[in-house]
């Protein structure tokens, strides 16, 4: 089973793709963190994100992994994990631009695709799995909320994580990412046809993998699978 869980920024994917997946026994991959990943290493090359040969070059040559259970999950790139750095602020813009270089894509969407066709199940968040990645995935989630939600769960993050940030740059920061998310022409984010959209602005989390979970298994039902 694959199920693809997209939406735009501070949504609530990563939270309930990990729940999901340590729930129902399958694979999570982050496919955001591996944006993340080629953005940090971007960065620490010092090469300019306009000069768009380099950063391809630099998206091909990164070994992105992703190791481990849903709740504990390690990101390496090239071997050293960067699981802490590739959360940072900067990093999250890095990614955001990054991802509208259509080959960078191309690259990561076909690691997405190696992976997600190992054979063993997964759960998959971003925001073109439903739509490029694997259109033909199981089930599909588009998870939303209003921007002023996103940005106070992302801040909540960042302070538990003793970062420092305030309120109004996270917001400012979410939607400059929600610009260059649906504005690029390269797999923008959109609302596959098949896919059930959920607003999480007023619900708890726990109450939204609670209907996606009854939905997966609905859906299991219908099609006589079994995990």
């Given at each position: 089973?694959?199920?693809?869980?997209?939406?735009?920024?501070?949504?609530?994917?990563?939270?309930?793709?990990?729940?999901?997946?340590?729930?129902?026994?399958?694979?999570?991959?982050?496919?955001?963190?591996?944006?993340?990943?080629?953005?940090?290493?971007?960065?620490e090359s010092g090469t300019s994100f306009e000069n768009q040969s380099e950063v391809i070059e630099i998206?091909?040559?990164?070994?992105?992994?992703?190791?481990?259970?849903?709740?504990?999950?390690?990101?390496?790139?090239?071997?050293?994990?960067?699981?802490?750095?590739?959360?940072?602020?900067?990093?999250?813009?890095?990614?955001?631009?990054?991802?509208?270089?259509?080959?960078?894509?191309?690259?990561?969407?076909?690691?997405?695709?190696?992976?997600?066709?190992?054979?063993?199940?997964?759960?998959?968040?971003?925001?073109?799995?439903?739509?490029v990645v694997f259109p033909n995935a199981d089930v599909k989630f588009f998870l939303t909320a209003k921007?002023?939600?996103?940005?106070?769960?992302?801040?909540?993050?960042?302070?538990?994580?003793?970062?420092?940030?305030?309120?109004?740059?996270?917001?400012?920061?979410?939607?400059?990412?929600?610009?260059?998310?649906?504005?690029?022409?390269?797999?923008?984010?959109?609302?596959?046809?098949?896919?059930?959209?959920?607003?999480?602005?007023?619900?708890?989390?726990?109450?939204?993998?609670?209907?996606?979970l009854e939905i997966v298994r609905e859906i299991q039902s219908v099609k006589g699978e079994s995990l």
């Amino acid at each position: 089973m694959i199920i693809a869980i997209d939406g735009p920024s501070g949504a609530g994917k990563s939270t309930l793709g990990k729940m999901l997946a340590k729930n129902l026994g399958l694979l999570y991959l982050d496919t955001g963190a591996m944006y993340r990943a080629v953005g940090l290493a971007v960065l620490e090359s010092g090469t300019s994100f306009e000069n768009q040969s380099e950063v391809i070059e630099i998206a091909g040559n990164s070994e992105i992994e992703l190791v481990g259970e849903p709740d504990s999950l390690q990101i390496k790139l090239n071997g050293r994990d960067v699981s802490l750095e590739i959360r940072t602020a900067e990093v999250g813009q890095a990614a955001s631009i990054i991802s509208t270089i259509s080959e960078v894509r191309k690259l990561l969407v076909r690691r997405q695709q190696e992976l997600g066709n190992l054979g063993v199940g997964c759960v998959l968040d971003g925001r073109d799995i439903g739509t490029v990645v694997f259109p033909n995935a199981d089930v599909k989630f588009f998870l939303t909320a209003k921007p002023e939600a996103r940005a106070q769960r992302r801040y909540e993050e960042d302070k538990q994580r003793g970062r420092i940030t305030n309120y109004e740059e996270t917001l400012a920061e979410i939607s400059l990412r929600d610009e260059r998310d649906v504005s690029r022409e390269d797999s923008p984010l959109a609302i596959a046809g098949d896919a059930v959209v959920i607003d999480t602005s007023e619900l708890d989390l726990h109450e939204v993998f609670k209907q996606m979970l009854e939905i997966v298994r609905e859906i299991q039902s219908v099609k006589g699978e079994s995990l």
